[in-house]
């Protein structure tokens, strides 16, 4: 997939008070940002970050209370304007444009959720979900068409007419999920927005989220409190502390390597097999080539790697399982012909997808192969690991995973 | 005994009369002819309109008016009332005063409103705002009538412009306040979604303002109320006139009457105004003062209430 950077960010500050210029002087001698408070009176509120989010990715934001989060995203469609650096969407310069450029900005290409709901308590749930539509200048029959499809993706069509004070907290923040998707931006940035949600529903979002961005290639910022939600949507993570950006990352490599003793503290209750891909765990697939499948060879292979089934590919791709009861039989019966001896119903998934999906495929008992996005074999992952993982045995990871480098 | 006076005698007066009937007067004359002239437009054409329409048809619609915004008590308490006024003779001065009070009111919202969103946009112009605002309700009211009768004369379009002056801070202040007391993350979320100054004000800052605003209106009412008979002194027609001249003529009678016809008529529009400020506030009721005065003069007023919205 051919990426584009959408939004740019380079040596971002936001310092709050009066004595800014002092503290960006205490920054750059390496104070933190207690030492600064302390000194001057002034908030560090965003120190020095830098990141590129490309098109059609899920960047999520994580970090404490206070770490500057909320304070980030407003930076990037010009709610906040920074004390220094730059924040580009499409090469243009939000904290460096007019009022009028800035506005043609948040209408046709960002739109927000926010963490506090920020619902208008004066419009019903429709006019709510249509504000940014009425903003842009949409027709009243087009935009409340539009805003119910979205008051539909949130489940809440039926109380268009109520107002939001006659809605729960999670059906509020709903409202301001579906007034942020109405617009049909193409940079999204979501403050916490799963935040008052029950974890059923929770879920459905966040499906909902992966979706829309799948099908439609929305750029999303995604700020969270909440790991495992970072894990399961972001396409790369960012751990905030401070201000700062203390390691940017894939799941993987937040999980697998945490930059420090802070990320090491947020990944140490992570399930492992909703983050590490299949391919992580998977091992060679040493198969054999389908025109020289014979018996004998076969046989022997397996006994050689010590496994009890071996996948057979054709121009790489896997076109079946052969297991070694299957392969004596047919050397005693059909005089060494496999073909027909074949499992062709193999268990195959893509090896970026989570550990803990491959357990409804592991109960066949056949290993399962890992295939690219061009479906060719990469890897075989046995049932045993899949098992061992699920029931929570890191170490199995982890040999697994230095068994397959040290294989490569 | 000494005396300042021995020292020096300003004449301070007579520079007064020098600025305004030497220089003022003359230099801007057509100024205030040109500013008069909207106010008596307004006022001839009002006074002419709601003294043509037959007493039936004025009750009924205010009746009906008073029924949507304040109720069914209300309504009934309305009719009687003009009933009650055309019987004492008053209902033309009625008509007069009503017509002063409503030009009066007309202009404070047209000037007011504006001025208040000024204030609550800019902290600079509030600041220049507010200390006027201040001069303009602690100087008594019959101050105003002096420099009033000097650059637009005697008769009732002064008496209105004195009314307008007297009773436009009310509006501004709580304009100013209502805009200002809007949420601020509300007005950040319209921004988020590329506003412009002027949608946010309409979409977000008027309507969320509106009860504050509709409170500050009710003020300015009762005030411009209160100025009827003052400007009658300088030549207003209406209910102050009769009061004015009851007391002149040591009419007991006559001044009672005109002074009844007034509180009636104050008791309605009040009522009203309120009314109106409530139908948009939807559920929260008793959190304003005005809100626990007026259910307190409820059991008085009126019996049930619809709470309907008067849309
Ligand atoms: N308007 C402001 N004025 C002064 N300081 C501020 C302001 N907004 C935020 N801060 C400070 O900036 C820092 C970061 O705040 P921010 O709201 O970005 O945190 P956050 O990461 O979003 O936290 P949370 O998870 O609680 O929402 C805090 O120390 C806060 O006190
Ligand atoms: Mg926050």
Redo the contacts between chains.
Sequence with gaps: MAMATKLSIKALYKIFGERGDEAMRLIESGKTKDEILAETGATVGVNDVSVDIEEGEIFVVMGLSGSGKSTLI?ML?G?IAPTSGTITIDGDDIAHCSDEKI??????K???V?Q?F?????KTILENAA??L???GVGVAERNERARKSLAQVGLEQYADS?P?QLSGGMQQRVGLARGLA?EPQVLLMDEPFGALDPLIRRDMQEELLELQRSLGKTIVFITHDLNEALILGDKIAIMKGGRFVQVGTAEEIVGSPADAYVEAFTKDIDRSRVFPAQRVAKPAEALQKADLVAPSALSAMERLGRDAIYVVENGKPVGVLRYRDAQGALQNAGGDCLSALVTSFPKADRKKPIFELYPLARKGLPIAIVDDADQLIGVVEPETIFAELAGDDETVEEEAALKTAAE | MYSPADMLEIPFADWVDDFVRGFLVPTFRPVFRAMQEPVDFLMQNLDAFLNAVPWLIFAAVLGLIAWRTAGRGMAIFTVLALAFIDMIGLWSETMTTLSMIITAVVFCIVLGVPLGIAAARSDKFLSILRPILDIMQTIPSFVYLVPIVMLFGVGTVPGVIATIIFALPPIIRLTNLGIRNVRGDLIEAAKAFGSTPRQILWEVQLPLALRTIMAGLNQTLMLALSMVVIAALIGAGGLGLTVNTGLGRLAVGTATAGGVGIVLLAIILDRITQGLGEAKKRTDESKSVKGTVSRLLKPIFGGSRSTEPAE
Excluded: D, T, V, W
Aim: charged share 30%.
């Design positions: 407003r469609n709610l506005r043609e900005i948040r209408r046709q960002i739109s927000m926010f506090h920020a619902l208008f308590p004066h504000f940014g009425k903003i842009k107002y004070e617009a």
